[in-house]
C-alpha cells in the first residue's frame, strides 16, 4: 500500500518514535518493532484522518534532534505530536512481540460455559447480598 | 413513491424480494430503524399492518467490525466512534454542542445504536416513575413500573437477555432467558469489595447471549461491544427484530434521510419527505406516522417540520419539544491493581452492577442516584487517551512501558450513570448555520449540568473511591465528567397527559396530531439512572401494543 510517505519523513518519524517509544524496561523501542515500516503505511491507509497532523508535524521538524524535537511539538503542536505518538504506538501494540511481551492476547475468543455455575453463588459471596434483603423503594401498583 | 426502488442499495433489493406488494400509501411509516422504530416494524408487521420504514444511515454487516482484528483499538477512534461528530459519516447529521456539557452519542443505520451499545440490558425502579410523588421533583411518568412490567418480559424474550433473578434492588421478576454471563477476575474482584462494605451488587443483565440463541452466536467475550459485535452475538436490533419484520412484509429504505413530516388539511400527518443517498428527493405518503429518530433525531425532526398550522414545529403547541433534554452525565474511577486481572476481556457489557446508592436520601444533599457498574479497560492504546497534553517524559519514553506494566491487563472502571432531572433550559434547537450533508439544518444541543447532578455525580465518586479501595485497588484515576458520555438521549418529547405539559400521551400519540406518534426515548419524563434501552423498548412495545389492539379506532390520514 502506498501512502506517498518519502524517506526523509519516515526516517525522521523512525528518530521521534524511538523517543517516545525507547528501548527500555526489558521492552523494545518502536522502530526494533517496525513502527515506521510497514505498519506506518498500514496505519495510515486505516486512518487517512491521522495524515494531515502527521505530516505536518514531522515536515516541521525535519533535521531537528530527535528528542527537541519531540519536546517542540509538544509544546507548540500538540494535535501533531499526539497523532505521531498515536501512529507510533498503535504499530508499536499491534505487533505479536509486543503483545506477548505485555501479556496481552488481543480481545480473545474466549467463550465461558454457561452451564457452569458461577462461583459467587457457590462460594456464598452473592448470598451475603441476597440475605440483606430488598434496597428498592415499593410504589402504589396503579 | 415510484422512485422507492431507484434508492435501494444492493442489500434493499434483496430486502425488497420480500416486501408485500405496496400501495403507494403506507398503512404505517415509521421514520428511524433503531431500537424503538425496529420493535414497531416488528410488531406491525407481524400483525398485518403494512409497514414502511426510513431510515438514513445503511445496513451494518458484522463483518465491518473490527473487534477481531489486531487494528480494533486504532479503528475505534474514529470509523466506529460513538460521536457523530468524531465519525463524520455521510448517514450521520453533525451536532452543534458548542454549548453542552456533554457530547451526544448515537449510530445511525439500521438497529441505530444497538450497533454501538454496550446492551447493558436495565430495567428502571419502580421509584423512577414516581420521582414528584416521592421526591417532589420533575413529574410522574403516566404509569407505573407495574404497566410496563409485561414488556419488559416480553422484550427480554426477544433481545435474549443473560441475567440473574432475585436481585434485592428490584421486586421479583421472571427469570431471564439466558444465564448470566460470567463475570471476570473484575467483576469478582469489585464485588470482594462490595461485601466487605456491605454495599449492594449483582451480576449485570446484559442483552449478550450466554449460549447461542435465535440466529445469534454465543458470546466470546471478546469485549468489544462498544464498537459492534464482530462476533454477531450481541442484541442489536438489525438481528434481533428487523429479519422478523421484513418476513412479514415491512419495507425497509436505507439512505433515506427525512427532512420533513407533512400534514394534510385536517392536520394530521400524511407522510414524509426524505432524500436519497444521489440527493435526489422522494415523498412517503402514509396514514400513521411513528417518529423512533432518537432523543436529539426526533425533535430535529418536528422542529424542521413548520407549516401554517404548526408554525413552532409539529406537535409543539406545548412549547416542549426539544426540551427537557436528558443524557445521563457520566463519571467513573478506574482502579488499578498490584495482580494480573484480565481487564481485556469481555464482556463490555458489564460484569456487575450495584443500586447502593440508587433511591433518594435526603441527608445527601441531593435528589435521586445513579446505577454503578463494573466495565473491562480494554486493550493497551485505549489506556494511552489519559496521557495526551502531558509533559513528554511523563507520557512517553521509559515511562510508557512502566505505566502499561503497571496498569494493563490490572484494572477496571467502576461507571456511575448519574440521573439528570428535566430542566427546560437543557434542550434541542436548530441550528443556524450547521446543515448535515443535504443541507438540513443540524440540531444543536444546549446542556448543562445542574447542581443537583454536580452534589450527586461528587457523592457517587467519593463512594467509589471507597469502593475500589475496599477491592484493594492500589492506584485510582477518577474521571468527573466523560465528555463523550451522551450515550442516553432522553426527554425531548416527553409524555404526560396534560397537553399544556407534555408532547405525548402515555402511548406516544401526540396531543396535538393523533395520528402522530413518538416510539423512542424523547418520550421519557424523567431518566432513572439506568441505561434506557430495555426500557424504550419496553415503552415502544407497550405504545404499539395498544395501537394494534385499537386499530378500529385509530385516527389516520386519508
Known amino acids: 500500500m502506498s501512502t506517498g510517505v518519502t524517506d526523509e519523513i519516515r526516517g525522521t518519524f523512525a528518530a521521534i518514535a524511538d523517543v517516545l517509544?525507547?528501548?527500555?524496561?526489558?521492552?523494545?523501542?518502536?522502530?526494533?518493532?517496525?513502527v515506521h515500516e510497514d505498519l506506518l503505511d498500514r496505519i495510515l491507509g486505516l486512518r487517512p484522518d491521522l495524515r494531515e497532523d502527521f505530516i505536518r508535524g514531522i515536515k516541521s521538524v525535519v533535521g531537528e534532534k530527535p528528542h527537541a524535537a519531540a519536546e517542540r511539538l509538544n509544546k507548540e503542536d500538540p494535535a501533531a505530536l499526539g497523532t505521531i505518538g498515536l501512529i507510533a504506538s498503535a504499530g508499536y501494540y499491534i505487533t505479536p512481540q509486543v503483545r506477548e511481551l505485555i501479556g496481552y492476547p488481543g480481545q480473545e475468543n474466549r467463550p465461558a460455559d454457561p452451564d457452569e455455575d458461577p462461583e459467587y453463588v457457590t462460594n456464598g459471596m452473592l448470598q451475603v447480598v441476597i440475605d440483606r434483603g430488598p434496597i428498592y423503594v415499593p410504589t402504589a401498583k396503579r | 413513491m415510484g422512485a422507492a426502488t431507484e434508492i435501494l442499495r444492493a442489500e434493499d433489493v434483496f430486502l425488497m424480494a420480500k416486501v408485500k406488494p405496496s400501495a403507494d400509501v403506507a398503512e404505517v411509516l415509521i421514520i428511524g430503524a433503531g431500537a424503538s422504530g425496529s420493535v414497531a416494524a416488528k410488531e406491525l408487521a407481524e400483525n398485518g399492518f403494512q409497514v414502511v420504514c426510513l431510515e438514513q444511515g445503511p445496513r451494518v454487516d458484522n463483518g465491518e467490525f473490527w473487534g477481531d482484528k489486531p487494528e480494533w483499538e486504532l479503528m475505534s477512534q474514529k470509523r466506529w466512534h460513538p460521536n457523530p461528530n468524531v465519525?463524520?459519516?455521510?448517514?450521520?447529521?453533525?451536532?452543534?454542542?458548542?454549548?453542552?456539557?456533554?457530547?451526544?452519542?448515537?449510530?445511525n443505520a439500521v438497529g441505530g445504536s444497538t450497533i454501538l451499545y454496550a446492551a447493558h440490558w436495565q430495567r428502571f425502579m419502580p421509584s423512577d416513575f414516581r420521582v414528584k410523588t416521592l421526591d417532589g421533583v420533575a413529574d410522574d411518568w403516566p404509569f407505573t413500573y407495574e404497566d410496563l412490567e409485561p414488556f419488559y418480559d416480553r422484550m427480554d424474550v426477544e433481545m435474549g437477555v443473560s441475567g440473574l433473578a432475585g436481585d434485592p434492588a428490584y421486586p421479583p421478576m421472571t427469570e431471564f432467558p439466558l444465564p448470566p454471563l460470567p463475570i471476570g477476575k473484575i467483576g469478582m474482584k469489585a464485588a470482594e469489595g462490595m461485601n466487605k462494605l456491605g454495599w449492594h451488587w449483582w451480576p449485570g443483565p446484559c442483552a449478550i447471549p450466554s449460549r447461542p440463541y435465535r440466529g445469534r452466536n454465543q458470546c466470546v467475550r471478546r469485549g468489544t461491544c462498544l464498537t459492534g459485535c464482530a462476533d454477531r452475538a450481541k442484541a442489536s436490533t438489525d438481528h434481533t427484530h428487523w429479519p422478523i419484520a421484513l418476513e412479514n412484509g415491512a419495507k425497509l429504505i436505507t439512505g433515506a434521510r427525512v427532512r420533513e413530516i407533512t400534514i394534510n388539511d385536517?392536520?394530521?400527518?400524511?407522510?414524509?419527505?426524505?432524500?436519497?443517498?444521489?440527493?435526489?428527493?422522494?415523498?412517503?405518503?402514509?396514514?400513521?406516522?411513528?417518529?423512533?429518530?432518537?432523543?436529539?433525531?426526533?425533535?430535529?425532526?418536528?422542529?424542521?417540520?413548520?407549516?401554517?398550522?404548526?408554525p413552532d414545529g409539529l406537535a409543539n403547541s406545548s412549547g416542549l419539544v426539544g426540551k427537557n433534554l436528558m443524557m445521563h452525565p457520566y463519571a467513573a474511577v478506574t482502579g488499578h491493581f498490584d495482580e494480573p486481572l484480565e481487564s481485556w476481556l469481555g464482556p463490555a457489557g458489564q460484569t456487575i452492577q450495584s443500586m447502593e446508592f440508587y433511591e433518594t436520601d435526603a441527608s445527601r444533599g441531593f435528589v435521586r442516584g445513579a446505577k454503578w457498574q463494573v466495565m473491562p479497560s480494554g486493550g493497551p492504546l485505549g489506556m494511552r487517551a489519559a496521557y495526551g497534553g502531558k509533559p513528554l517524559e511523563e507520557a512517553w519514553g521509559a515511562n510508557l512501558h512502566r505505566n502499561t506494566r503497571k496498569v494493563f491487563g490490572r484494572s477496571f472502571e467502576w461507571g456511575i450513570?448519574?440521573?439528570?432531572?428535566?430542566?427546560?433550559?437543557?434542550?434541542?434547537?436548530?441550528?443556524?448555520?450547521?446543515?448535515?450533508?443535504?443541507?438540513?439544518?443540524?440540531?444543536?444541543?444546549?446542556?448543562k449540568n445542574s447542581e443537583n447532578t454536580e452534589k450527586m455525580i461528587a457523592f457517587h465518586l467519593e463512594r467509589v473511591q471507597e469502593a475500589m479501595a475496599a477491592a484493594g485497588a492500589v492506584d485510582m484515576v477518577v474521571t468527573p465528567l466523560m465528555r463523550d458520555c451522551g450515550w442516553h438521549l432522553m426527554g425531548t418529547c416527553r409524555m404526560g397527559d396534560d397537553p399544556k405539559r407534555s408532547v405525548v400521551d402515555q402511548w406516544g400519540r401526540a396531543h396535538d396530531v393523533p395520528n402522530l406518534y413518538v416510539y423512542d426515548g424523547s418520550v421519557f419524563v424523567t431518566s432513572s439512572g439506568f441505561n434506557p434501552t430495555g426500557t424504550i423498548t419496553a415503552v415502544a412495545l407497550r405504545a404499539v401494543t395498544h395501537m394494534i389492539e385499537n386499530k378500529k379506532d385509530l385516527k389516520v390520514a386519508t
Open chain 2, 417 to 447: 450513570i448519574a440521573e439528570d432531572l428535566p430542566n427546560e433550559d437543557n434542550r434541542v434547537i436548530l441550528d443556524s448555520a450547521l446543515t448535515d450533508s443535504d443541507g438540513i439544518p443540524s440540531p444543536k444541543i444546549i446542556y
Open chain 1, 21 to 34: 517509544i525507547p528501548e527500555a524496561e526489558g521492552m523494545p523501542s518502536a522502530t526494533q518493532v517496525g
Open chain 2, 87 to 107: 465519525r463524520d459519516l455521510e448517514n450521520d447529521y453533525p451536532i452543534n454542542t458548542d454549548e453542552s456539557d456533554v457530547n451526544p452519542l448515537m449510530y
Open chain 2, 266 to 310: 385536517d392536520g394530521l400527518a400524511d407522510g414524509a419527505i426524505y432524500i436519497d443517498r444521489a440527493g435526489r428527493e422522494h415523498r412517503q405518503r402514509a396514514q400513521i406516522v411513528i417518529v423512533c429518530g432518537n432523543g436529539i433525531g426526533t425533535p430535529r425532526l418536528l422542529l424542521l417540520s413548520k407549516s401554517n398550522r404548526f
